[in-house]
């Protein structure tokens, strides 16, 4: 026993010898804090907290907005990954200065803006959001007339799967979406259910399967979307869209309006005079755009940094205009 | 559960042969009534429609929202605690992960911290398990994730810190009084059933978005286990060890001091061990919070369906999760080897102890100061070989599995899920009420058939009857699938020590990685439904069912399979006729668990096409107007846990008397 413990005295021993030769050897190495030029430029900027919510199109958007601020306005950017709901709620806390990408939610404007003022719009993205109905490419070749939603009954029966209870299966996603397809299947009297597929993950691996094995799959989907670049989805026409058809949610029967997708920032933000908040609220671009910062993030697996830094570098012309 | 029964049964008496005539006439009964009687009365509610109790759950979220500014419980009661709690999570952030003070980097680099693990590991247990979390940490690092790793050791050990301080004083409280325990149960098992989604969205209203509130949800889940283990921990001290020290004059104080606390610290960190565990199954769900760290990474590579990057976080997070596990058990083993080897290893200890302090010192001032041991060496390779042997084995199951895979999908789906769903969902909601209180009084006796009643009259209350039912359809089929999966390996493991030792480590990987990770692999095999919700739970909850019932075969004693085996028994009749039978509270405490962590993962299961309360708890959480309902699901689910686990309970009570 007794040798034993010494032995171990003695390899501590010759751990602190080692230490000690090591903090000797190492005093011609890079001292912490040596290269500080890079930090500390926060100018008159200060901080800006800006919301990331859960999908690639808006990391896009965020990257490119949190690259600009931090680069060329000297800001120091705290991005904050939030569901839309909880990024609301953060205006009137003063955690969230702004949101990017906002798909209409009437509900939340109504509560923030309108009734309890701590938050205002900004302007559009220039971001034009589509949301319908959509079929693999494969299904839309061999079935051209599938796209229109009058021919949906005549395949319901393709589209049968172990949720659907016998009817065509209409697969909707993430409960945070804007969706009245409960109301459309029942008011254009189609022979499908809805059912519910609970995230956008699940809903983009059902049809990325289904181009691959030939599947027969409908469902909610939408643009501006990175997968579109991986996996061309094709829309199905319903009804057309006019003002106010879709104002009774029970009997809607309408295709969706074409979303404007627009900023929010808070009330605070927006008086605080930061060039932040100048640079949000002249922020536009396209589909396009987005879409390719948003596929150098999600498929070429670059960080949303440098899928920023990229895409600027490329597009001097159109970030100098937003930081005139 | 029906598994259970039946193993139960063959060495039951008379009286327990009446009771399974009983079950099979209520079953025929309902039967009958369903076909007579089937879709009246369902009470169903469509995906967008509210009740009443929903509004006015809204409406109090609403209000609460509208003034927190000048209402006084949050200016000096709330604000109070975010602060505390959020200065606490930021010293350690900096000490360890994020930049402080002015520098670019923490405090104490990853040398420093390499380090500190290691001299306390080998401090508060051996030299084994320091060399494993050495090993562990420097890992971490080599995957790439040096930071992110740190950031949720900062936010678990603040959890945890935290928990402890209400949980072990409750706890000994709740040991020492029956009363106390009592009353302090239910709110435990709320805690730990009530999903996190339904309260992160008020957590971030009452404490704010960030470290604080991802914290405080945290230790609501952290704690319970915690509290419970001491409270048992006391409870098992033997009771005339105490008598003996109140004879000797000792004070209620003295007695607790001296005697009740130090017998019991081997579970007490047993129960801190647990609490560690269940403050990392948060660090991904805490991530949709602004949580930094593993989680995050987790989440966010999921968004553009990476599994490789993914896996690789979610394997960082079983790494540490293993070696804080060991760390800890070997603290708790700890106690009882000084106890006995205390003389001359005890003279040496304090200058070993002395050395290593020093040397730690050493490391952390060198890691404070110098940039290759403040940012840890390398890009990471480790990490991205992983991610990439990741999506190519997933890439590989997708191809190649998915034909059997649905196979097996629609023969389980058709064959008992769907009908017994039906069974459910179609009765009308009364006659379903009766069967499942029958049933509880049947096998758990008055006690839970009135439990059962209240539980069920609560879930009517809720407004989602129909989704609750079409929960419990998926959950019953997924615990039958992990009673039979728990048979066959946990047989397996109690009959073979080194089947045992290979298969360990995969089921505690399998319990501590983060389900979000094997989501997208499963949906590629089974497709966005209820099924892929079946099989998350499965991987979830068999391990803890195997390791009951692998303890249960191995406590049956030696002689009796020997005697078994002189008699002529075959290896199948062992199992059959001793071992399963002999163990079967082992089997009922199997069910009770394996059902309890099937119903955890209802809400991962609504996001992978399993619909019902997990669809509406993660639609509460994404959708203002539907934030009542998702808090009815919460309830509605919590209550479906509570009413199963009184049954099962009381049913285990009766098999082992």
């Known amino acids: 026993m007794a040798t034993q413990v010494r032995q171990r005295t003695g390899v501590a021993g010759i751990a602190v010898v080692t230490v000690i030769g090591l903090t000797l050897t190492a005093c011609g190495g890079a001292k912490v804090g040596d290269d500080s030029a890079d930090s500390g430029s926060s100018g008159k900027c200060g901080t800006f907290n800006l919301a990331v919510n859960p999908w690639v199109g808006y990391e896009a958007d965020a990257a490119v907005v949190a690259y600009v601020a931090q680069h060329d306005l000297g800001c120091t950017v705290n991005k904050k990954d939030l569901k839309e709901e909880i990024a609301w709620q953060g205006f009137g806390t003063g955690e969230v200065d702004a949101v990017l990408e906002n798909w209409g939610h009437d509900d939340l404007k109504k509560k923030y803006i309108t009734d309890q003022k701590t938050a205002v719009a900004a302007g559009s993205t220039g971001n034009k959001g589509i949301i319908g109905w959509y079929v693999p490419p494969w299904l839309a070749k061999a079935h051209p007339d599938i796209t229109d939603w009058k021919n949906l009954n005549k395949y319901a029966a393709e589209f049968k799967t172990s949720e659907s209870g016998g009817k065509g299966q209409l697969l909707d996603g993430d409960p945070s979406y804007v969706t009245n397809d409960e109301a459309l299947v029942k008011n254009l009297k189609l022979d499908f259910k809805v059912v519910y597929a609970g995230s956008e993950t699940a809903l983009i691996q059902s049809f990325r399967k289904a181009e691959k094995n030939k599947e027969w799959v409908i469902g909610y989907f939408y643009e501006p979307q990175w997968f579109l670049s991986e996996v061309p989805l094709v829309k199905v026409d319903l009804p057309a869209y006019t003002t106010g058809c879709d104002a009774d949610a029970a009997k809607i029967a309408c295709d969706y309006p074409v979303y404007d997708l627009d900023k929010i920032v808070s009330a605070k933000f927006a008086k605080s005079g930061s060039p932040a908040y100048d640079l949000v609220k002249s922020f536009n671009w396209t589909n396009d755009d987005q879409n390719t910062v948003a596929k150098y993030i999600a498929v070429d697996k670059l960080s949303p940094d440098a899928a920023a830094k990229k895409w600027v570098e490329a597009n001097r012309a159109k970030v100098d205009a937003w930081i005139k | ?657």
């Not at chain 2, 047993?270 to 991904?284: C, E, K, R, W």
């Not at chain 2, 009857?465 to 009673?483: E, I, K």
């Not at chain 2, 990770?517 to 892929?532: I, S």
């Not at chain 2, 119903?599 to 639609?619: E, I, K």
Request: charged share 10%; glycine share 8%.
């Open chain 2, 1 to 657: 559960m029906a598994v259970a029964l039946e193993k139960s049964a063959p060495l039951a008496g008379v009286r327990k042969v009446g009771r399974r005539t009983v079950v099979a006439a209520i079953l025929v009964a309902w039967l009958l009534l369903f076909v007579v009687l089937r879709g009246r009365q369902t009470l169903t509610l469509a995906a967008a429609d509210l009740t009443d109790l929903h509004r006015w759950f809204n409406d109090v979220n609403d209000s609460i929202g509208a003034d927190r500014n000048s209402n006084p419980l949050f200016l000096y009661f709330f604000n109070e605690i975010r602060l505390v709690i959020d200065n606490l999570v930021t010293f350690i952030q900096h000490l360890i992960s994020q930049p402080s003070a002015g520098r670019p980097l923490p405090q104490i680099g990853w040398l420093g911290v390499v380090g500190i693990v290691g001299y306390v590991s080998w401090a508060v247990g051996n030299w084994r398990v320091a060399l494993l979390a050495v090993a562990g940490f420097t890992f971490l690092g080599l995957q790439g994730l040096w930071q992110e790793s740190m950031d949720t050791l900062s936010l678990t050990l603040s959890a945890v810190f935290v928990a402890l301080l209400f949980a072990i004083p409750l706890g000994v409280w709740a040991g020492l009084s029956d009363r106390v325990n009592r009353i302090v149960t239910p709110f435990l098992d709320f805690m730990q059933t009530m999903p996190t989604f339904v309260y992160l969205a008020p957590l971030t209203l009452f404490f704010l978005i960030g470290g604080a509130s991802a914290t405080i949800a945290t230790v609501i889940y952290a704690a319970p286990p915690a509290i419970r283990i001491t409270a048992h921990a006391i409870r098992s001290v033997p009771e005339t060890t105490v008598e003996a020290a109140e004879s000797l004059g000792a004070t209620r104080r003295q007695a607790l001091l001296k005697v009740l606390l130090p017998m019991s610290k081997r579970t007490v960190v047993m129960g801190v061990n647990q609490s560690i565990m269940a403050a990392l199954a948060m660090v991904t769900i805490a991530a949709l919070i602004d949580a930094p760290g593993l989680g995050k990474t987790v989440v966010q590579a999921l968004q553009s369906l990476d599994v490789g990057t993914a896996f690789n976080a979610g394997l960082a997070i079983v790494v540490m999760a293993i070696v804080l596990d060991r760390v800890t058990t070997a603290a708790s083993a700890r106690a009882e080897t000084a106890r006995r080897s205390k003389n001359r290893f005890l003279t040496w200890r304090r200058p070993l102890l002395g050395a290593g302090a020093a040397v730690t010192a050493v490391l952390v001032y060198l890691s404070h100061t110098y940039l290759w041991a403040a940012e840890f060496p390398g890009d990471g390779g480790i990490g991205s070989s992983i991610a990439s042997a990741a999506d190519t084995a997933t890439s590989w199951a997708q191809d190649n599995l998915s034909g059997l895979t649905n196979a097996f999908r629609d023969g389980i789906t058709n064959g008992l899920l769907n009908p017994f769903q039906s069974l459910l969902t179609d009765s009308p909601w009364w006659l379903v009420c009766a069967v499942l209180i029958a049933l509880g009084a049947v096998l758990g006796g008055w006690r839970a058939g009135v439990t059962t009643s209240v539980c069920l009259v609560l879930l009517v209350g809720t407004g989602l009857w129909s989704d609750a039912m079409t929960t419990l359809a998926s959950t019953l089929v997924a615990t039958v699938l992990v009673m039979l999966l728990g048979m066959v390996l946990g047989v397996w493991m109690g009959r073979s020590p080194l089947v045992d030792r290979l298969l360990r480590p995969t089921l505690d990987a399998a319990q501590v990685m983060p389900p979000f990770v094997y989501l997208v692999p499963f949906l590629a095999l089974f497709g966005a439904t209820r099924f892929t919700a079946i099989v998350a739970a499965i991987v979830y909850a068999a391990p803890v069912a195997i390791k009951i019932i692998a303890d249960g075969v191995r406590a049956v004693p030696e002689t009796t399979v020997e005697a078994a085996t002189s008699a002529g028994c075959n290896t199948w009749q062992i199992i059959t006729k001793v071992q399963l039978p002999m163990s079967r509270s082992a089997l009922t405490l199997a069910t009770n668990q394996g059902l309890i962590y099937v119903l955890s993962m209802v809400v991962v299961g609504g996001l992978v096409g399993a619909g019902a309360l997990g669809y509406d708890v993660v639609a509460g959480f994404s959708q203002g107007q539907l934030y009542g309902k998702g808090l009815a699901a919460g309830l509605a689910i919590v209550l479906l846990g509570v009413m199963f686990d009184r049954i099962t309970q009381a049913a285990a009570r009766r098999a082992s008397s």
